[in-house]
């Protein structure tokens, strides 16, 4: 009969390192668009967060080498939404951006305030929801999504 060594658990020899953790990348936040068929997600990496796109003749790109993406809403809440070609995204938490898929162009639709989360395009993607904390109070904000 053989002996079985047991160490208590977290002290034996792990596969997994650290080293080894901190360079892959989490994926999060998921979204179709509907008109153009292109699929969103962030990545995130040892990098930063980055909005990821692969179109529907599977080209893949990154859509916001210039920008640190995530919302800052502890609750949670998406960071981006896209519809009909735009994706609307959270900056870090305090600024809200709109980006043209075809063009790539990006400008700014709110100026910097709260931790900002959950944005949402309107069906006619004319109008973004938002919501928008100061540490005590949350609130909703509608804003023209065109500026």
Do not use: C, H, N
Request: no cysteine; glycine share 14%; hydrophobic share 35%.
């Amino acid at each position: 009969m053989r002996s079985v060594l047991r160490k208590p658990y977290g002290l034996w020899k792990s596969p997994f390192s650290a080293e080894a953790r901190a360079e892959r990348s989490s994926l999060r936040d998921a979204r179709w668009d509907e008109r153009t068929g292109d699929l969103l997600w962030l990545e995130r990496g040892p990098e930063g967060t980055r909005l990821e796109a692969r179109s529907t003749d599977g080209a893949q790109r990154t859509l916001s080498d210039a920008f640190d993406m995530g919302g800052g809403v502890g609750y949670g809440g998406g960071d981006f939404d896209v519809r009909g070609g735009t994706v609307i995204f959270v900056d870090r938490g305090r600024q809200l951006y709109r980006l043209e898929l075809a063009s790539g162009a990006v400008r700014p639709i709110t100026s910097q305030m709260g931790a900002l989360a959950s944005p949402a395009l309107s069906p006619d993607g004319r109008w973004v929801a938002f919501v928008s904390s100061d540490g005590e109070e949350d609130a909703l904000f509608v804003v023209d999504s065109l500026g």
